[in-house]
Structure formats: structure tokens, C-alpha cells
């Protein structure tokens, strides 16, 4: 059964601080995990993708995976008001196309305060 | 520019009526979905094809209904057998690596 854990939130911090954003999954099955981050009344946007367990490092955001926990992570550093938005995890057992679709965590609404 | 392009931005129906949405994409992308977002619920999967002439139904697929005619295109049909349409709907495509999604089309059943 596809089951996806994200706590909506809201999590506010202030300008400047390091953001955890997280996601517990079931399904071992899930090979392949993405972040997209979704401003309000917009389309997701694809933050980072990854595959294996370990961390990715892309500017400010760090995306950590570790498959024997089933538990994945996005770091925000220097966190700027402009990432106020929801962070939606999602992963899929395929490639990060995700063949049958992707399965989606509820979403995390970060507010970030001047 | 190559994107997703999905319309109208806002729809509104009344109860009983069918009504399509759009969705055409330039990307060159053989796969295309289409996801439901709900306050609170996270994007759930209604249908999705894979090429051509093919499509899958996903989780939620009941009073939905979907053509895929050409490869650039993959509207979306909300029929009067759908019990809750007022949602945020999000068609995407993909690569093999990655899934893009286009800006969304909010439907209010009045």
C-alpha cells in the first residue's frame, strides 16, 4: 500500500535559520525521492531528485535519504523569505519519471519570517 | 519556451455538467499525468498514459475520464459521475528522470 508520512505543517522559523523538512515512508519498494516545492495556486517545481541513500548537495538545499529507516529529508540553509512555501515530498519505485506516477506526501507549509 | 500549459486557469461549473480540462506540453515527453490536490491531501493520482493511444487509471480515477489522442495533449474529463470535483488539478510529464508539472487549473462546482 503506497503511505506517505509529512507533517503539513505550518513551520515557521526566521530569516537566516537551517529548515529540516522530513518524510517517513512504508513501501520499501520506493527506490527514487524528490522535493518540489509548490507557491500558493502555482505548479510543483522539481527541487532535487535523488536515488540512493546518502546526502545531495545543491546550493542551499541538502536532500538526505536513508532507505533502512524509510525516512527522507530536505535541508534549507540561510533560509530567505522567498522560500515561504509548501514543500511537497514525493518518491516512486521507478525511475524519478515515475512510470505510474508519483506518491506525494500532504506537503510541509514553511513560513519563513523577516 | 517548452513547457506545460494547462487551461483555463479557473473553471467553474455547476453540478451535473461535464467539462474538460486542458493540458498540451512541448517537451517532447512521452508520459503524462493528471493529479487532484486537495487542501490537506497532498496530489493524488486520477490517470496517466504512458504513450500514445494508451492511459492507466490511478487511485482515484472514478468520474474522471481522459483521451490521448496526440502526444502533445491529455485533457482531462470531470463528469457529472464525480461526487467531489471542486479541487486544484495539476497535469505534468516526464522524462525518465524527472516529472514536470504545469501551472494547474482550479475547478469550482457551484
Known amino acids: 500500500q503506497k503511505e506517505v508520512e509529512q507533517d503539513p505543517g505550518p513551520l515557521s522559523v526566521p530569516e537566516g535559520a537551517i529548515v529540516s523538512l522530513n518524510c517517513t515512508y512504508s513501501?520499501?519498494?520506493?527506490?527514487?525521492f524528490m522535493w518540489y516545492r509548490q507557491y500558493s495556486r502555482k505548479g510543483p517545481e522539481l527541487l532535487m531528485y535523488?536515488?540512493?541513500?546518502g546526502n545531495k548537495e545543491d546550493g542551499r538545499f541538502t536532500a538526505q535519504v536513508d532507505k533502512s529507516s524509510k525516512y527522507i529529508s530536505l535541508f534549507i540553509r540561510d533560509s530567505q523569505p522567498s522560500d515561504s512555501a509548501t514543500y511537497l515530498c514525493?518518491?516512486?519505485?521507478?525511475?524519478?519519471?515515475?512510470?505510474?506516477?508519483?506518491?506525494f506526501g500532504k506537503g510541509t507549509h514553511l513560513i519563513i519570517q523577516p | 519556451d517548452g513547457g506545460i500549459t494547462q487551461s483555463p486557469k479557473y473553471l467553474f461549473r455547476k453540478e451535473g455538467q461535464n467539462v474538460t480540462l486542458s493540458c498540451e506540453q512541448n517537451?517532447?515527453?512521452?508520459?503524462m499525468y493528471w493529479y487532484r490536490q486537495d487542501p490537506g491531501q497532498g496530489l493524488r493520482l486520477i490517470y496517466y498514459?504512458?504513450?500514445?493511444?494508451?492511459?492507466q487509471k490511478g487511485d482515484i480515477a472514478e468520474g474522471y475520464s481522459v483521451s490521448r489522442e496526440k502526444k502533445e495533449s491529455f485533457p482531462l474529463t470531470v463528469t457529472s459521475a464525480q461526487k467531489n470535483p471542486t479541487a486544484f488539478y495539476l497535469c505534468?510529464?516526464?522524462?525518465?528522470?524527472?516529472?514536470?508539472f504545469g501551472p494547474g487549473t482550479r475547478l469550482t462546482v457551484l
Open positions: 535523488t536515488y540512493s541513500s
Open positions: 513501501n520499501s519498494a520506493f527506490q527514487y
Open positions: 505534468a510529464s516526464s522524462t525518465s528522470n524527472e516529472q514536470f
Open positions: 514525493a518518491m516512486t519505485p521507478f525511475s524519478g519519471g515515475g512510470a505510474d506516477g508519483l506518491t
Open positions: 498514459s504512458q504513450i500514445v493511444n494508451d492511459f
Open positions: 517537451l517532447n515527453h512521452d508520459a
